[in-house]
T-cell receptor, first 114, second 110 residues
Framework: DSGVTQTPKHLITATGQRVTLRCSPRSGDLSVYWYQQSLDQGLQFLIQYYNGEERAKGNILERFSAQQFPDLHSELNLSSLELGDSALYFC?????????????FGPGTRLTVL | QQPVQSPQAVILREGEDAVINCSSSKALYSVHWYRQKHGEAPVFLMILLKGGEQMRHEKISASFNEKKQQSSLYLTASQLSYSGTYFCGIGGTSYGKLTFGQGTILTVHP
């Protein structure tokens, strides 16, 4: 158990819908990362937050957005869902976010878009 | 730019050794190695920093060759528990995001 929690574990929804994935980092960790893992794309970095502020952005679609709240939990919002958005979404956390450090991954949320 | 891992897959018998390579077209600052078992989250193995020492984790070690822009993961006397997909991630200098390779599937048979 990494100490990072993600909810829900599974999510099944329809195309065009909007969902919210939630992540609570390890106690004391200030930085949160979101990754998308699909069979054909591997593990793709989406976005990083550090102490409430966006720190780095990857190939995140405009239909996706995220935020980190004052209590440091983070939410990833996916809207206008398409079949291709079906994937495993991981959240990871690290102590801070200004240098390369060990990242602890949560168990992931498996999103299925029908 | 995504780093390239080789080989794509390795099959071993218990006790055998393996090497997984990670190459980047960009200058490396840090290389992170993770292992992921099927249906589970990636688990951190080690970080190698530019100018740093070779790292070890149990019977797994790794090296960082700045000139070749390459890192290698060495698994010695493999155990059944080593089975999984190994990912290398390239880290930047001022942030924590990682760009992962496509993964190397390692299977260890009894």
């Amino acid at each position: 158990d990494s100490g990072v929690t993600q909810t829900p574990k599974h999510l099944i929804t329809a195309t065009g819908q909007r969902v919210t994935l939630r992540c609570s980092p390890r106690s004391g960790d200030l930085s949160v990362y979101w990754y998308q893992q699909s069979l054909d794309q591997g593990l793709q970095f989406l976005i990083q937050y550090y102490n409430g502020e966006e720190r780095a952005k990857g190939n995140i679609l405009e239909r996706f957005s995220a935020q980190q709240f004052p209590d440091l939990h983070s939410e990833l919002n996916l809207s206008s869902l398409e079949l291709g958005d079906s994937a495993l979404y991981f959240c990871a956390s690290s102590v801070e976010g200004t240098r390369p450090l060990e990242q602890f991954f949560g168990p992931g949320t498996r999103l299925t878009v029908l | 730019q995504q780093p390239v891992q080789s080989p794509q897959a390795v099959i071993l018998r218990e006790g055998e050794d393996a090497v997984i390579n990670c190459s980047s077209s960009k200058a490396l600052y840090s290389v992170h190695w993770y292992r992921q078992k099927h249906g589970e989250a990636p688990v951190f193995l080690m970080i190698l920093l530019k100018g740093g020492e070779q790292m070890r984790h149990e019977k797994i070690s790794a090296s960082f060759n700045e000139k070749k822009q390459q890192s290698s993961l060495y698994l010695t006397a493999s155990q059944l528990s080593y089975s999984g997909t190994y990912f290398c991630g390239i880290g930047g200098t001022s942030y924590g995001k990682l760009t992962f390779g496509q993964g190397t599937i390692l299977t260890v048979h009894p």
